[in-house]
């Protein structure tokens, strides 16, 4: 079983559309989330962390289930340059930021 | 701003040549990994260090050895290229738990 699974996807939505992704993970033990953006051709980089509380950024809201050991990441009213692989990633950590990331999910908004 | 850069964008190799895929940081980080992505399997960690001289296995090492004799410098090494080593390579830096990413060096093996 992978550590991190996701839906691969795609999915298409149309523009100003709610659309949620999650993702799993099976080591219990991990101590911090993140969802990441990988534009194509180009290199991954931070969207935002995921706290336990949940947690917002503008039209992004993560939150996280530490008793399912899910995470989820709802983008509202979708605009086009949201197209992109979104990457649950977790921290196994230990002290060397191991992050372990998903496959990703392929979101393509479209006019 | 991080910059970690990757020595080459494009690579074509031949079958059994030994690579070497450099990787260099500009934030004095202690923490960097190498990354392979494929399609469908997304990011799988090759290895990583934590400090100079320093090196541990990710989950598919096989195939794989790396350098760090500066703090900066992450290197990857391919001992006998194959062709299933073709895919996209990452070199990350970690702080705080934020990784930074080189903008990835695609390697054929032919």
């Known amino acids: 079983r992978k550590e991190v699974e996701q839906d691969p996807g795609p999915f298409n939505v149309p523009e100003g559309a709610t659309v949620a992704f999650n993702c799993t993970y099976s080591?219990?033990?991990?101590?911090?989330f993140f969802w990441y953006r990988q534009d194509c051709r180009k290199e991954p980089k931070l969207l935002m962390s995921?706290?336990?509380s949940g947690n917002e950024d503008g039209r992004f809201t993560a939150q996280l289930n530490r008793a399912s050991q899910y995470i989820s990441l709802l983008i509202r009213d979708s605009k086009l340059s949201d197209s992109a692989t979104y990457l649950c990633?977790?921290?196994?950590?230990?002290?060397?930021?191991?992050?372990?990331f998903g496959a990703g999910t392929r979101l393509a908004v479209h006019p | 701003d991080v910059k970690v850069t990757q020595s080459s964008r494009y690579l074509v190799k031949r079958t059994g040549e030994k690579v070497f895929l450099e990787c260099v940081q500009d934030?004095?980080?202690?923490?960097m990994f190498w990354y392979r992505q494929d399609p469908g399997l997304g990011l799988r960690l090759i290895y990583f260090?934590?400090?100079?001289?320093?090196?541990e296995k990710g989950d598919i090492p096989e195939g794989y050895s790396v350098s760090r004799e500066k703090k900066e410098r992450f290197s990857l090494i391919l001992e006998s290229a194959s062709t299933n080593q073709t895919s996209m390579y990452l070199c990350?830096?970690?702080?705080?738990?934020?990784?930074?990413f080189g903008q990835g060096t695609r390697l054929t093996v032919v």
């Open positions: 080591n219990s033990a991990s101590q911090s």
């Open positions: 995921v706290y336990s």
């Open positions: 934030m004095d980080h202690e923490n």
């Open positions: 990350a830096s970690i702080y705080n738990t934020e990784a930074f």
């Open positions: 990633v977790v921290d196994l950590s230990g002290g060397y930021n191991k992050l372990i």
């Open positions: 260090s934590y400090d100079v001289k320093m090196k």
